[in-house]
Structures are given as C-alpha cells and as structure tokens.
C-alpha cells in the first residue's frame, strides 16, 4: 500500500518527495482535485491538481481512510515485540525522506529498471507525459513552475517512433494543385 500511493502520487501526480512526503487527508477533500497547499508546495506555490483516471483508485482509498490530519506516508515508530522489534505506523508524523527513496529505488529493481531509480524520476514521468497529451503550458502549471524553461528542462528527447511519426508525412515533393 505504501509504495502504491508513492508510485501513484508520484507518476500521476508530479508531486516532488517532500510534497509526497507531507501530503495529508486534508489534501484530498475537494472531489477530483489534489491540493498542493502553500505550505506543502516549494515555493509556496500552491496548486490544485486533477485526478487523472489512473490515480482514481488511490484516491478513493485515502479518501476513504486518512482523516484530514493523517499522513498519507506515515511514520513509523518501532515497538518492542515478542520476537523483537515491530513497525507501527505513526499517521500523525510523515515518513523519513530516505524511507521514500528506498522504496522508490525497490519498485525500479522489482520492474527490472536497469538504472537506479529516485522519486523525482518519477515526476520527470509524469512531465514527459503531461507534455505529450496536454501541452507544455499544461504540464508547468500541473508541476507548479514558475519558468516555463525548467519545464522544458524535464523532458526527455523524442524517442525513434516518435521522430519517425513526427516527419512521416514531411516530403520535398511539391505538392500537387
């Protein structure tokens, strides 16, 4: 579950490891809408982002079970138990930064990633994508950037099909009157 919502939040979403990191219930009470408050948001720079399809799903399960002041990434406190050392979790407390990139790296190893994998890679996903279906103009709101250019500087370079297709009808012949 923990590394779903990161995972999620993280391709679907944009949000940077500290904005994951402190995201509460509270974030997710407008129907449809993740708010990255001000106090949350680098910069301050509060923004609201929709719920794509994809991210429904989680959504609807944080809804449904993280109060307002829960942390969606909780703490983890560790109790002693009968055969030593147990996790608790501490909704009250977010989780340790190194705890997100952990997990964000054991998702890249169990999907075969052959680089090593960090959560703002994530958010470099969803700008490529967001760019590609909606607009580069779209993808810096949704990201929050104040600069269009460090937008641009989250992209990647078109991959072969996509020059492939992008020059598939371009031709030197003139065209015929």
């Given at each position: 579950?923990?590394?779903?919502?990161?995972?999620?939040?993280?391709?679907?979403?944009?949000?940077?490891?500290?904005?994951?990191?402190?995201?509460?219930?509270?974030?997710?009470?407008?129907?449809?809408?993740?708010?990255?408050?001000?106090?949350?948001?680098?910069?301050g720079?509060?923004?609201?982002?929709?719920?794509?399809?994809?991210?429904?799903?989680?959504?609807?399960?944080?809804r449904?079970?993280?109060?307002?002041?829960?942390?969606?990434?909780?703490?983890?406190?560790?109790?002693?138990?009968?055969?030593?050392?147990v996790?608790?979790?501490?909704?009250?407390?977010?989780?340790?930064?190194?705890?997100i990139?952990?997990?964000?790296?054991?998702?890249?190893?169990?999907?075969?990633?052959?680089?090593?994998?960090?959560?703002?890679?994530?958010?470099?996903?969803?700008?490529?994508?967001?760019?590609?279906?909606?607009?580069?103009?779209?993808?810096?709101?949704?990201?929050?950037?104040?600069?269009?250019?460090?937008?641009?500087?989250?992209?990647?370079?078109?991959?072969?099909?996509?020059?492939?297709?992008?020059?598939?009808?371009?031709?030197?012949?003139?065209?015929?009157?």
């Amino acid at each position: 579950r923990f590394e779903r919502r990161i995972a999620y939040l993280g391709v679907c979403a944009g949000l940077r490891r500290n904005e994951l990191r402190l995201l509460q219930g509270r974030h997710f009470t407008r129907e449809g809408w993740l708010l990255v408050s001000h106090d949350i948001a680098k910069g301050g720079r509060e923004r609201w982002v929709p719920v794509m399809a994809d991210l429904e799903p989680v959504v609807h399960e944080l809804r449904g079970t993280t109060p307002p002041q829960h942390f969606v990434l909780p703490g983890t406190e560790w109790v002693a138990g009968e055969r030593g050392p147990v996790p608790l979790d501490c909704p009250e407390r977010p989780c340790d930064p190194k705890t997100i990139w952990r997990a964000v790296r054991r998702i890249g190893l169990r999907a075969g990633i052959g680089i090593p994998v960090h959560p703002h890679l994530l958010r470099h996903a969803f700008a490529g994508h967001v760019t590609r279906c909606a607009g580069l103009q779209a993808a810096q709101a949704l990201l929050g950037h104040a600069s269009i250019q460090t937008t641009e500087g989250y992209l990647a370079r078109p991959s072969p099909d996509e020059l492939a297709q992008a020059i598939a009808t371009v031709t030197f012949k003139t065209p015929p009157h």
